[in-house]
């Protein structure tokens, strides 16, 4: 039997996974994301938990660890390289590298952590027996990752799948946090559904019972909608149809097995993805949109520690 970490480094936590060349989950555990020094404290944190965990596993001991993946939130080039990570406080780094110098030469490999998710839900999560994903993850921004023929979609410069800015709306005045406009996180993702919600009830004097919410979230939108609401309901509505225009795109460039929705916004369940089913029904000509699963994400926070250790799976 072989074995392998999975590192999943986020701005506040770096949550690791012990798991087995057939996906069965070990242990896992998180610990703070200790910034500074461009990534250096955080990789020695990592190191020095692989290490203990593995002096402390007669089997892993005995047998070795095969093999360290990684998820980063930030773009990689193909080489391993980071040029930039802003949440980590990063420019210039080779974490993977950097990591099996500490090792002692075990392998490891890096990718995007979006990329990563997905590449974790395709091998054991909502994806699972399939090869060829694309999922989106609805948080506070929107992220996608793009898996093909079992292999992530990255990019010659880091990104693929970057879903979240692909421009929706030509029209917009306000900025996306990238600086562009008209992003699709701007209308999809947790902030973005409250930003559209908020704009509907500034525009009508229709009743509705989000007026009465003082600090309106993406949760109360899609509970209302559930419950109702009309202008709730348009207003998930209209977020969901920019999201549906956009895999209707993808569908028409990648043409995956399926799509998966993952991020704290998709535990509204099957309201969202009838809604993106029925809006990809109207962007479509050339395929059937019934062809496509739309389906939502099963690991949660795992995805990433289990997409990271089936990087070393990878060829």
Not at 260 to 288: F, N, P, W
Request: hydrophobic letters at 40%; one cysteine or more.
């Amino acid at each position: 039997m072989k074995y392998y970490a999975g590192i999943d480094i986020g701005g506040t936590t770096v949550k690791i996974g012990m798991l087995d060349e057939t996906g069965r989950l070990l242990s896992k555990w998180e610990i703070p994301t200790r910034k500074g020094e461009n990534g250096q404290l955080f990789i020695k944190d990592i190191a020095g938990e692989i290490k203990g965990y593995v002096e402390g596993n007669e089997t892993i001991r005995q047998s070795g660890l095969n093999g360290v993946g990684i998820g980063i939130p930030g773009p990689v080039l193909p080489d391993g390289y980071v040029e930039i990570c802003v949440n980590l406080a990063v420019r210039e780094l080779y974490p993977a590298r950097l990591l099996s110098e500490l090792l002692g030469g075990v392998p490891a490999r890096v990718a995007n952590d979006a990329n990563v998710a997905a590449l974790g839900e395709m091998w054991q999560g909502a994806g699972k027996g399939h090869d060829s994903i694309c999922m989106v993850t609805l948080g506070t921004g929107v992220g996608g990752g793009i898996v093909n023929e079992g292999r992530i979609v990255s990019g010659m410069h880091g990104a693929g799948g970057e879903i979240g800015h692909l421009r929706v709306e030509e029209n917009e005045s306000e900025r996306c946090n990238c600086g562009g406009y008209g992003c699709l996180e701007q209308y999809t993702s947790a902030t973005g559904i409250v930003r559209v919600a908020k704009r509907n009830l500034e525009a009508s004097n229709e009743p509705s019972r989000m007026r009465d919410i003082a600090y309106l979230s993406a949760k109360d939108v899609c509970d209302l909608a559930k419950e109702g609401d009309a202008l709730a309901l348009r207003s998930l509505s209209y977020s969901m149809d920019r999201l549906a225009y956009v895999l209707s795109h993808i569908a028409l460039i990648m043409d995956p097995q399926v799509f998966v929705i993952g991020g704290g916004v998709s535990k509204a369940g099957s309201l969202l993805t009838d809604m993106i089913r029925e809006a990809m029904g109207s962007y479509q000509s050339i395929v059937d949109v019934s062809r496509y699963d739309i389906v939502l994400a099963k690991l949660g926070n795992d995805a990433g520690i289990y997409g990271a250790a089936r990087l070393m799976l990878s060829d």
